[in-house]
């Protein structure tokens, strides 16, 4: 299995986790692909220094790329490993590391060295996890969902935060995707039903919040502040409006229930 994310940490806050769970990374994956957003490229370099010594595939991004531009040469930075490498999962560090770090540990661990065959494996939050969450994410982006469900009586967490994807499936998604913006997770899932490509989901308790984790102090002040920001409250709409937006395109009228 595969580890690829868009690596952003243009301050080198996750350098010190990164270091203490690099060996458990390579450990539980055959490779480590980091498409490295400019501003940490810029920021950062040292420890994409220290990656590209491990042997960990790097790769930088042109400044100027789109979140999608970053997660789609995310993907395909993966395509370029060796067939044997397996199945590849796409995620986000900040949260992968978090998993490590916390008392989720042994069970991330446990998910992804027992993950069954698959075209594609989306992770999505638990009830325990989403507990978690200040309450307007969850309830802006169950809106999202909730449309998908509507449109498609399918039900599917549309801002994923991990997916395990084949190398047939991450092959078909990236002919197709062309979305510049958070969306292109979502869209990715879209194409994959277009394609017919069967989803599992998956609900995990190591997708809780990890903000808190990161900024530290209080999780429930932290939660709460969120909960009652209006910036918050407008960030997760501009976050989670394309999306929405996604489901009325006519590529994918096909995903509509008759």
């Known amino acids: ?112 060295s027992t993950a069954p065959a698959h075209d594609l494996l989306l992770y999505e939050r638990s009830p325990a996890a989403w507990d978690t969450h200040p309450k307007n994410y969850r309830e802006i982006e169950g809106m999202a969902s909730r449309m998908f469900e509507v449109l498609s009586g399918r039900r599917l967490e549309l801002m994923p935060c991990a997916l395990l994807l084949s190398r047939d499936a991450a092959a078909a998604v990236l002919a197709e995707s062309t979305n510049a913006s958070h969306a292109v997770w979502a869209e990715w899932l879209l194409l994959a039903m277009k394609a017919g490509i069967p989803i599992t989901t998956r609900g995990v308790d190591w997708l809780a919040w990890q903000v808190a984790h990161w900024e530290g102090g209080d999780a429930d002040l932290l939660r709460r502040a969120r909960e009652h920001s209006r910036d918050e409250f407008v960030k997760r709409v501009r976050m989670n409006v394309p999306v929405m937006l996604l489901l009325t395109e006519e590529r994918f009228a096909s995903l509509a229930r008759g």
């Open 1 to 112: 299995m595969i580890l690829t994310l868009p690596y952003y940490d243009p301050t080198g806050q996750l350098n010190a986790s990164l270091r203490r769970q690099l060996a458990t990374l390579q450990a539980a994956f055959t490779a480590l692909c980091f498409n490295v957003v400019a501003d940490t490229a810029e920021c950062n370099g040292e420890a994409i220094g220290e990656l590209a010594a491990q042997g960990c595939a790097v790769h930088k991004c042109p400044p100027g790329a789109s979140i999608g531009d970053q997660s789609r040469a995310a993907l395909r930075l993966a395509l370029t490993r060796p067939a044997t490498d397996g199945s590849i999962f796409f995620g986000f560090l900040n949260r992968v590391l978090f998993a490590l770090e916390t008392e989720h540990r042994a069970v991330f661990l446990h998910d992804l």
